[in-house]
Protein backbone atom coordinates (compact mmCIF):
# COMPACT_ATOMS: atom_id res chain seq x y z
CA UNK A 1 0.00 0.00 0.00
CA UNK A 2 1.70 3.14 -1.07
CA UNK A 3 0.58 6.67 -0.42
CA UNK A 4 2.32 9.15 -2.97
CA UNK A 5 0.66 12.30 -2.02
CA UNK A 6 1.63 14.84 0.05
CA UNK A 7 -1.94 14.44 1.81
CA UNK A 8 -2.11 11.68 4.80
CA UNK A 9 -5.62 9.48 4.04
CA UNK A 10 -8.24 8.53 5.88
CA UNK A 11 -9.73 5.58 5.73
CA UNK A 12 -12.19 3.31 8.06
CA UNK A 13 -10.88 0.02 8.55
CA UNK A 14 -13.00 -3.12 9.20
CA UNK A 15 -12.30 -6.58 10.56
CA UNK A 16 -11.03 -9.60 8.62
CA UNK A 17 -10.22 -12.39 11.37
CA UNK A 18 -6.77 -11.74 10.52
CA UNK A 19 -3.48 -10.95 12.32
CA UNK A 20 -1.37 -8.36 10.48
CA UNK A 21 2.26 -7.77 10.50
CA UNK A 22 3.31 -4.29 8.86
CA UNK A 23 6.49 -2.57 7.51
CA UNK A 24 6.03 0.56 7.07
CA UNK A 25 8.14 4.22 6.21
CA UNK A 26 7.51 7.38 5.94
CA UNK A 27 8.66 10.80 4.64
CA UNK A 28 8.52 12.01 8.39
CA UNK A 29 8.64 9.32 10.74
CA UNK A 30 11.39 6.28 10.96
CA UNK A 31 10.91 2.80 10.21
CA UNK A 32 8.33 0.79 11.48
CA UNK A 33 7.25 -3.14 11.93
CA UNK A 34 3.75 -3.76 13.41
CA UNK A 35 1.90 -5.60 14.51
CA UNK A 36 -1.86 -5.92 15.25
CA UNK A 37 -4.17 -7.90 16.57
CA UNK A 38 -7.95 -8.82 15.55
CA UNK A 39 -10.01 -6.39 14.99
CA UNK A 40 -13.81 -6.73 16.13
CA UNK A 41 -15.26 -3.53 15.28
CA UNK A 42 -14.23 -0.79 12.50
CA UNK A 43 -12.01 1.84 14.07
CA UNK A 44 -12.53 5.21 12.66
CA UNK A 45 -9.46 7.56 11.07
CA UNK A 46 -7.03 5.27 10.11
CA UNK A 47 -4.39 7.51 8.64
CA UNK A 48 -2.55 6.50 5.41
CA UNK A 49 0.25 8.97 6.16
CA UNK A 50 1.82 11.46 3.44
CA UNK A 51 4.74 9.87 1.29
CA UNK A 52 4.13 5.95 2.97
CA UNK A 53 4.29 2.93 1.86
CA UNK A 54 3.75 0.12 3.67
CA UNK A 55 3.85 -4.09 3.19
CA UNK A 56 1.80 -6.29 5.22
CA UNK A 57 1.55 -9.87 6.25
CA UNK A 58 -1.52 -11.23 6.95
CA UNK A 59 -2.34 -14.11 9.21
CA UNK A 60 -4.96 -16.61 10.30
CA UNK A 61 -4.83 -16.73 13.73
CA UNK A 62 -3.02 -20.41 14.59
CA UNK A 63 0.38 -18.20 13.32
CA UNK A 64 -0.12 -16.47 17.03
CA UNK A 65 0.77 -20.29 18.52
CA UNK A 66 2.64 -21.69 15.59
CA UNK A 67 4.43 -18.90 14.39
CA UNK A 68 4.62 -16.00 16.13
CA UNK A 69 4.80 -18.51 19.66
CA UNK A 70 2.85 -15.98 21.63
CA UNK A 71 -0.68 -14.87 22.94
CA UNK A 72 -2.13 -11.87 20.69
CA UNK A 73 -4.90 -11.45 23.99
CA UNK A 74 -3.43 -7.98 24.59
CA UNK A 75 -3.38 -6.65 21.12
CA UNK A 76 -7.29 -7.10 20.92
CA UNK A 77 -8.32 -4.15 18.83
CA UNK A 78 -5.17 -2.74 18.99
CA UNK A 79 -1.10 -2.87 18.05
CA UNK A 80 2.23 -2.68 19.07
CA UNK A 81 5.58 -1.54 17.82
CA UNK A 82 8.19 -4.01 17.76
CA UNK A 83 11.86 -3.96 18.07
CA UNK A 84 14.14 -2.81 15.14
CA UNK A 85 15.11 -5.91 13.22
CA UNK A 86 12.82 -8.20 13.94
CA UNK A 87 12.55 -11.43 12.11
CA UNK A 88 15.26 -9.82 10.48
CA UNK A 89 13.65 -7.21 8.26
CA UNK A 90 15.22 -3.44 7.33
CA UNK A 91 14.05 -0.82 5.78
CA UNK A 92 15.81 -1.76 2.57
CA UNK A 93 13.16 -4.50 2.91
CA UNK A 94 10.74 -2.14 1.19
CA UNK A 95 12.45 -1.71 -2.27
CA UNK A 96 11.59 -4.93 -4.12
CA UNK A 97 8.15 -6.52 -3.25
CA UNK A 98 8.93 -9.34 -4.69
CA UNK A 99 12.13 -10.41 -2.66
CA UNK A 100 10.59 -8.98 0.46
CA UNK A 101 7.81 -11.97 -0.81
CA UNK A 102 11.07 -14.65 -0.76
CA UNK A 103 12.69 -13.06 2.88
CA UNK A 104 9.21 -13.19 4.29
CA UNK A 105 8.17 -16.95 3.41
CA UNK A 106 11.91 -18.28 4.45
CA UNK A 107 11.82 -16.78 7.39
CA UNK A 108 7.92 -18.30 8.26
CA UNK A 109 8.92 -21.43 7.10
CA UNK A 110 11.51 -21.43 9.62
CA UNK A 111 9.88 -20.15 12.70
CA UNK A 112 6.70 -22.59 11.98
CA UNK A 113 5.99 -25.33 14.61
CA UNK A 114 5.69 -28.36 12.16
CA UNK A 115 3.60 -30.60 14.60
CA UNK A 116 0.09 -28.81 14.80
CA UNK A 117 -2.22 -30.15 17.54
CA UNK A 118 -4.93 -32.27 14.92
CA UNK A 119 -7.62 -31.26 16.99
CA UNK A 120 -6.71 -27.06 16.33
CA UNK A 121 -5.96 -28.21 12.54
CA UNK A 122 -10.14 -29.60 12.33
CA UNK A 123 -11.23 -26.79 14.19
CA UNK A 124 -10.06 -24.17 11.85
CA UNK A 125 -10.45 -25.91 9.09
CA UNK A 126 -13.85 -26.31 9.35
CA UNK A 127 -14.11 -22.50 10.44
CA UNK A 128 -12.48 -21.68 7.38
CA UNK A 129 -14.69 -23.56 5.44
CA UNK A 130 -17.78 -22.66 6.60
CA UNK A 131 -16.84 -18.57 7.15
CA UNK A 132 -18.21 -19.06 10.72
CA UNK A 133 -21.33 -20.49 9.96
CA UNK A 134 -21.45 -23.65 12.35
CA UNK A 135 -21.95 -23.19 15.75
CA UNK A 136 -19.82 -23.59 18.28
CA UNK A 137 -21.45 -26.92 19.20
CA UNK A 138 -21.34 -28.42 15.97
CA UNK A 139 -17.87 -27.29 16.26
CA UNK A 140 -16.60 -29.32 18.92
CA UNK A 141 -18.51 -31.95 18.38
CA UNK A 142 -16.95 -32.43 14.97
CA UNK A 143 -13.13 -31.33 15.82
CA UNK A 144 -13.70 -33.75 19.25
CA UNK A 145 -12.96 -30.63 21.46
CA UNK A 146 -14.60 -29.75 24.23
CA UNK A 147 -16.62 -25.99 23.76
CA UNK A 148 -15.51 -25.26 27.39
CA UNK A 149 -11.03 -26.01 26.22
CA UNK A 150 -11.74 -24.18 22.64
CA UNK A 151 -13.17 -20.94 24.70
CA UNK A 152 -10.53 -20.93 26.94
CA UNK A 153 -7.56 -21.45 24.15
CA UNK A 154 -9.44 -18.43 22.13
CA UNK A 155 -9.62 -16.20 25.32
CA UNK A 156 -6.27 -17.24 26.03
CA UNK A 157 -4.16 -16.71 23.10
CA UNK A 158 -6.98 -14.63 20.90
CA UNK A 159 -8.38 -12.30 23.59
CA UNK A 160 -12.25 -13.23 22.05
CA UNK A 161 -14.56 -15.99 22.19
CA UNK A 162 -14.72 -18.48 19.29
CA UNK A 163 -18.50 -17.40 18.80
CA UNK A 164 -17.33 -13.99 18.84
CA UNK A 165 -14.67 -14.89 15.53
CA UNK A 166 -17.03 -16.88 14.15
CA UNK A 167 -19.58 -13.51 13.79
CA UNK A 168 -16.27 -11.35 12.41
CA UNK A 169 -15.20 -14.53 9.46
CA UNK A 170 -19.61 -14.28 8.71
CA UNK A 171 -18.91 -10.45 8.38
CA UNK A 172 -15.99 -10.50 6.15
CA UNK A 173 -17.76 -13.06 3.76
CA UNK A 174 -20.67 -10.80 3.54
CA UNK A 175 -17.99 -7.64 2.24
CA UNK A 176 -17.50 -10.01 -1.02
CA UNK A 177 -21.25 -9.95 -1.41
CA UNK A 178 -21.94 -6.24 -0.40
CA UNK A 179 -18.85 -5.14 -2.67
CA UNK A 180 -21.44 -6.56 -5.76
CA UNK A 181 -23.86 -4.76 -4.44
CA UNK A 182 -26.06 -7.34 -3.16
CA UNK A 183 -27.32 -6.09 0.15
CA UNK A 184 -29.27 -9.11 1.43
CA UNK A 185 -28.06 -11.98 3.32
CA UNK A 186 -26.45 -14.45 0.69
CA UNK A 187 -25.32 -17.48 3.78
CA UNK A 188 -24.67 -17.39 7.07
CA UNK A 189 -27.46 -15.11 8.58
CA UNK A 190 -31.33 -16.18 9.16
CA UNK A 191 -33.23 -13.37 7.53
CA UNK A 192 -32.92 -9.68 6.96
CA UNK A 193 -32.87 -8.28 9.79
CA UNK A 194 -30.22 -9.78 11.39
CA UNK A 195 -27.93 -9.21 8.27
CA UNK A 196 -28.58 -5.46 8.75
CA UNK A 197 -28.16 -5.96 12.66
CA UNK A 198 -24.66 -8.03 12.72
CA UNK A 199 -23.53 -5.69 9.91
CA UNK A 200 -24.17 -2.66 11.61
CA UNK A 201 -23.09 -3.93 14.72
CA UNK A 202 -19.81 -4.97 13.73
CA UNK A 203 -18.78 -2.27 10.92
CA UNK A 204 -21.17 0.57 12.36
CA UNK A 205 -22.48 1.15 8.78
CA UNK A 206 -25.58 0.02 6.69
CA UNK A 207 -24.93 -2.99 4.38
CA UNK A 208 -26.25 0.63 1.46
CA UNK A 209 -23.52 2.58 3.23
CA UNK A 210 -20.66 0.32 2.85
CA UNK A 211 -21.56 -0.55 -0.86
CA UNK A 212 -21.50 2.89 -1.47
CA UNK A 213 -18.37 3.46 0.41
CA UNK A 214 -18.07 7.35 -0.51
CA UNK A 215 -14.28 8.66 -1.28
CA UNK A 216 -13.24 5.28 -1.09
CA UNK A 217 -13.53 5.56 2.92
CA UNK A 218 -13.37 1.16 3.64
CA UNK A 219 -10.23 0.21 2.40
CA UNK A 220 -11.19 -3.47 2.69
CA UNK A 221 -14.42 -2.65 0.25
CA UNK A 222 -12.05 -0.51 -2.09
CA UNK A 223 -9.89 -3.65 -2.52
CA UNK A 224 -12.54 -6.44 -2.83
CA UNK A 225 -14.84 -3.90 -5.69
CA UNK A 226 -11.15 -3.59 -7.39
CA UNK A 227 -11.17 -7.35 -7.67
Known amino acids: MENKSDEKLETIGLPDGRI ?3 LIKTAENPFQI ?26 KLLAAEYVFHESIASLLNSGKILESGFWDFEEHDLENFELFCEKAAL ?81 NFSDQTHFIKEIKKISGSLPKELFQNKNDRFILLSALSSQ
Open 107 to 187: KINSLLIKEVDTRKQKLFGLIYETHGAMTVKELSEQSNWSSRQINRYFNQYFGISLKGYCSILRFRASLEHIAKGKLFPEE
Open 20 to 22: DLS
Open 34 to 59: RLLGLGTQQYEKGIIPAKSLTFVISF
